[in-house]
């Protein structure tokens, strides 16, 4: 990347934003009377941490689309697969405080007259249970399913329908009562998360924060990943498959790699997103929430670390701006939005500023050169082959 | 082979379903039928001879000897190729092709558009498999067994027709990738750079006359450039054998004598293939030359001796 260069500066920066969002916003929220210029509202703390969730699960789509030139169309699977680990784990929770007041069974099992928790329910209980399946769920099947893919060599477009037929199958599975995860309905009316109660303010609050958190250590993970040898040699995949693989490297574990590392991201992701909007159905399956991710990334700029985190905020917002303000328009305002972005930004909004930066530099450093004379200057200025 | 035949055939009339205790019976009662000659017996006052059991690896043994005959005669070669042929929708690419490089040569391959040169590197490095045929390397190692990765690995590099460099990497990082050593995909996470690694790239840099530019990016070269520094890091991978395609095409002529002299530099220690098309590149060499031809090689030696064969004027040099 050309600006992998002057990329340092910028992470920490974004960093920097994130840490303080992650304590201005929930002071602001929580010590600030209403009446107060600065007080955010309530309903914004969730709003905003489901931008930041968002933002995890673009950034983590881009570490296999930026870096490694997977185009997956079904990121939005393993996000669901967090946030249902999540969900199971908030459905325990619930214990005898449902409506049927089953303290063991949650309530659509007993709507559904079953006697006992299935077998894969065991366990998530307890948080740490299911923090963990939150990581290897998803983990799991980015790793089986990009096993069977990178090893069958499976490219580009093809790749591409795979992942969304296997978002889609999902779809199907998650839809049906028998796989007990409350079927059409999904998990919902959470109590609460950890003992404090899923709807109070200052939990809001914190898992604004905890989104935060999460945002951050994935800004870092993916920086550091990608700005190591494997994250230059993911790079090489992309643009050259083949050469790296005559150079002894075996292509199909870097991308085994990064896809599995992205999946467990997007699951985290999903996690967090769960308890702040409050419910988990097999609507987030959906092929079009995988498609909207990839405009995210897309707008912001694939390719970056700052990028696809600044598309998924900014398309978020336009999107919970423009359903209310002009509610019929917001579809057509997506379509053309990626319309415009394909046509006109390729590069999406970081990657267009950094190269008409670097193009700017250039042509300063050659009209200084110019200025200078022909003495030697000349070769201050890189050689602009083509 | 009548012994044989009739050793498996009493295997198998004691392996026939006749119901499990009968069958007991005539394996620890029944001894060898009389009628039939004893097959412990010795021959000529020899010591018996061992009951060859059906498998193929026995039955085959003469084939086996025959092959490691073979195996001793291209024991000492580095890249044996023997009959190789591979056809692509019933056209044959490669038809019954047979190629020796010996350790520590240089080979130049010449030969009209469309003679499976290209084709030729792709099964060496293991991109396509033959249909039939050996490929061995260093003797013994059968490349059709190997993918691309595994035989980089055992030190064959592989340069394109068209230079194919990261380009959205600086030089230098291109030659990082490109250096020999692990390949574990964990290792390069968590890879640190070093001084011996800094001064391979240096060497490379300086025989490929790329120092002045290290930091560009590779997109940013020109086509000779990346020619080059698709050779260079070749020489990073270290590689026994080098397969080098049309590296001077799209070169000055200045170039192209430079890479001549880069070449004959690299073949002191390793053992290089090219292929080219410019004939004054091929004389540059001045190596042992073989012209393929629909697929296999139509003549093979010296260049004087290979351009003066008549069938090489008339199907590649024109008349």
């Known amino acids: 990347m050309i600006f992998a260069r002057h990329l340092g500066a910028r992470v920490w920066i974004l960093v920097a934003v994130l840490v303080a969002a992650a304590i201005l916003v929930p002071a602001a929220n929580l010590w600030l009377p209403a009446s107060h210029p600065l007080h955010v509202p309530n309903y914004l703390v969730p709003l905003l941490g489901k931008y930041v969730c968002y933002a995890l699960l673009a950034l983590a789509l881009d570490l296999v689309w930026g870096y490694v030139g997977i185009l997956s169309l079904g990121h939005g699977a393993f996000f669901a697969l967090g946030g249902y680990a999540m969900g199971m784990y908030l459905m325990r929770q619930i214990g005898g405080r449902g409506v049927y007041g089953n303290p063991l069974l949650p309530d659509f099992m007993v709507f559904l007259?079953?006697?006992?928790?299935?077998?894969?329910?065991?366990?998530?209980?307890h948080f740490a249970f299911a923090a963990l399946m939150?990581?290897?769920v998803p983990g799991l099947l980015a790793f089986v399913f990009g096993y069977f893919a990178f090893r069958s060599r499976v490219t580009g477009v093809y790749l591409s329908i795979i992942t969304q037929a296997m978002t889609y199958a999902l779809l199907l599975a998650f839809f049906r009562n028998d796989m007990g995860f409350g079927g059409n309905n999904g998990l919902t009316d959470f109590k609460d998360i950890l003992g404090f109660p899923i709807a109070a303010r200052s939990t809001r609050a914190a898992l604004f924060a905890a989104s935060c958190a999460a945002l951050v250590a994935g800004v870092l993970v993916v920086g550091a990943v990608t700005r190591s040898k494997l994250g230059k040699l993911m790079i090489a995949v992309r643009d050259a498959e083949s050469r790296t693989r005559f150079l002894g490297w075996r292509a199909e574990h870097v991308k085994l790699f990064a896809f599995t590392l992205s999946a467990v991201m997007a699951g985290v992701a999903g996690a967090l997103y769960v308890p702040q909007v409050g419910i988990i159905n097999p609507g987030e399956f959906a092929p079009v929430n995988s498609i909207e991710v990839v405009i995210w990334a897309a707008v912001g700029g694939r390719g970056t670390l700052l990028g696809p985190v600044i598309g998924a905020l900014l398309v978020n917002w336009g999107k919970s701006y423009f359903t209310a303000a002009w509610p019929e328009g917001w579809l057509f305002m997506l379509g053309g939005l990626f319309v415009v972005v394909t046509l006109l930004l390729p590069r999406g909004i970081v990657g267009t500023f950094d190269h008409g930066w670097d193009a700017l530099r250039l042509r300063r450093r050659a009209r200084l050169a110019e200025r200078g004379g022909s003495s030697g200057?000349?070769?201050?200025?890189?050689?602009?082959a083509e | 082979m009548t012994m044989v035949e009739e050793a498996s055939r009493q295997i198998r009339?004691?392996?026939?379903?006749?119901?499990?205790?009968?069958?007991?019976?005539?394996?620890?009662?029944?001894g060898p039928d009389p009628a039939a000659g004893d097959p412990d017996a010795g021959e000529n006052g020899w010591p018996p001879r061992p009951v060859v059991s059906p498998h193929p690896w026995a039955t085959e043994r003469a084939a086996r000897l025959a092959a490691e005959g073979k195996g001793r005669r291209r024991r000492d070669t580095l890249l044996y190729l023997d009959g190789v042929t591979k056809s692509f929708d019933g056209f044959k690419a490669i038809n019954n092709l047979s190629l020796v490089v010996e350790r520590g040569e240089m080979r130049a391959i010449?030969?009209?558009?469309?003679?499976?040169?290209?084709?030729?590197?792709?099964?060496?490095?293991?991109?396509?498999?033959?249909d039939k045929g050996e490929v061995f390397f260093g003797g013994d190692v059968d490349l059709t067994q190997h993918d691309e990765a595994e035989i980089a690995g055992m030190?064959?590099?592989?340069?394109?027709?068209?230079?194919?460099?990261?380009?959205?990497?600086?030089v230098e990082d291109n030659l990082r990738l490109a250096l020999s050593g692990s390949r574990s995909i964990l290792r390069a996470l968590f890879h640190r750079k070093d001084a011996p690694e800094r001064q391979r790239i240096e060497e490379i840099l300086a025989l490929t006359r790329l120092e002045a530019k290290r930091k560009m990016l590779a997109a940013d070269l020109s086509h000779g450039q990346k020619q080059w520094l698709e050779i260079g890091?070749?020489?990073?991978?270290?590689?026994?054998?080098?397969?080098?395609?049309?590296?001077?095409?799209?070169?000055?002529?200045?170039?192209?004598?430079?890479?001549?002299?880069?070449?004959?530099?690299?073949?002191?220690?390793?053992?290089?293939?090219v292929v080219e098309h410019d004939m004054h590149f091929v004389r540059a060499l001045g190596v042992k030359v073989t012209c393929l031809h629909e697929g296999s090689v139509l003549a093979e030696g010296p260049l004087d001796q290979v351009s003066a064969d008549p069938r090489v004027v008339e199907v590649y040099l024109g008349r």
């Open chain 2, 155 to 170: 030190g064959i590099g592989r340069k394109f027709q068209k230079p194919t460099v990261f380009e959205s990497h600086t």
């Open chain 2, 233 to 273: 890091m070749l020489l990073a991978q270290d590689p026994e054998l080098l397969l080098v395609d049309e590296p001077v095409a799209g070169m000055t002529d200045a170039e192209t004598e430079e890479t001549a002299r880069l070449l004959r530099d690299i073949s002191q220690k390793h053992s290089v293939v």
């Open chain 1, 113 to 125: 007259n079953w006697k006992e928790l299935p077998w894969y329910w065991y366990g998530f209980d």
């Open chain 2, 110 to 130: 010449i030969g009209p558009n469309g003679a499976g040169k290209t084709t030729m590197m792709d099964i060496i490095t293991g991109k396509t498999r033959p």
């Open chain 1, 134 to 136: 939150v990581l290897l």
């Open chain 2, 13 to 30: 009339v004691l392996h026939e379903p006749q119901g499990y205790a009968p069958s007991l019976t005539s394996i620890s009662l029944a």
């Open chain 1, 377 to 384: 200057a000349t070769d201050a200025v890189p050689n602009p």
